[in-house]
T-cell receptor
Framework: GAVVSQHPSWVICKSGTSVKIECRSLDFQATTMFWYRQFPKQSLMLMATSNEGSKATYEQGVEKDKFLINHASLTLSTLTVTSAHPEDSSFYIC?????????????FGPGTRLTVL | TQLLEQSPQFLSIQEGENLTVYCNSSSVFSSLQWYRQEPGEGPVLLVTVVTGGEVKKLKRLTFQFGDARKDSSLHITAAQPGDTGLYLCAGEDAGNNRKLIWGLGTSLAVNP
């Protein structure tokens, strides 16, 4: 149980285009999902908390107009990188929270490698 | 602001050696998780510790939560090349926001 999928697994795009990444909880409902960015051999950097049916909560320094998050259902959250530039190239990972009270365990998708040319 | 310091940041050892990774904070965490991540994949949850002083074992991995719930350690016995990866600790944020506070990670390489 607690499987999270992410699509696409990798994407290459031209500078100035927008890219949408999907995160799905396959066997459970997730009212809360998280979007992270990760650089090679470094830890996860939380970008935003995605809440079903409400606006996402962005971390300090993350541009909400550049990284659009939509959590329209209990099993799907999307991250759209708008007007992507080479500096947006990174590994983007989503996670979903089971919502239990005994520890905030998060289950992660396999990640999306974004390369902006 | 809650911080979680993880050490060492990099570790390269020979197969069969033992190692310990530490996560320390001045803040109390209600729970702490350990994850392992392989290149190009998402982190995988290894264990959650909740009670101060708790010790959990997962085959050759031993996880301990400090009595004051401010620190944790991961000990690997007789490391194998398959243990290679990035190990991450994460503590439950004190705010009611379901966020995790992440350590910087320990990149472990076990050489055959």
């Amino acid at each position: 149980g607690a499987v999270v999928s992410q699509h696409p697994s990798w994407v290459i795009c031209k500078s100035g285009t927008s890219v949408k990444i999907e995160c799905r909880s396959l066997d459970f409902q997730a009212t809360t999902m998280f979007w992270y960015r990760q650089f090679p051999k470094q830890s996860l950097m939380l970008m935003a908390t995605s809440n079903e049916g409400s606006k996402a909560t962005y971390e300090q320094g993350v541009e909400k107009d550049k990284f659009l998050i939509n959590h329209a259902s209990l099993t799907l959250s999307t991250l759209t990188v708008t007007s992507a530039h080479p500096e947006d190239s990174s590994f983007y990972i989503c996670s979903a929270d089971l919502g239990t009270s005994g520890g905030n365990e998060q289950f992660f998708g396999p990640g999306t490698r974004l390369t902006v040319l | 602001t809650q911080l979680l310091e993880q050490s060492p940041q990099f570790l390269s050892i020979q197969e069969g050696e033992n190692l310990t990774v530490y996560c320390n904070s001045s803040s109390v965490f209600s729970s702490l998780q350990w994850y392992r991540q392989e290149p190009g994949e998402g982190p995988v949850l290894l264990v959650t510790v909740v009670t101060g002083g708790e010790v959990k074992k997962l085959k050759r991995l031993t996880f301990q939560f400090g009595d004051a719930r401010k620190d944790s350690s991961l000990h690997i016995t007789a490391a194998q090349p398959g243990d290679t990866g990035l190990y991450l600790c994460a503590g439950e944020d004190a705010g009611n926001n379901r966020k995790l506070i992440w350590g910087l990670g320990t990149s472990l390489a076990v050489n055959p």
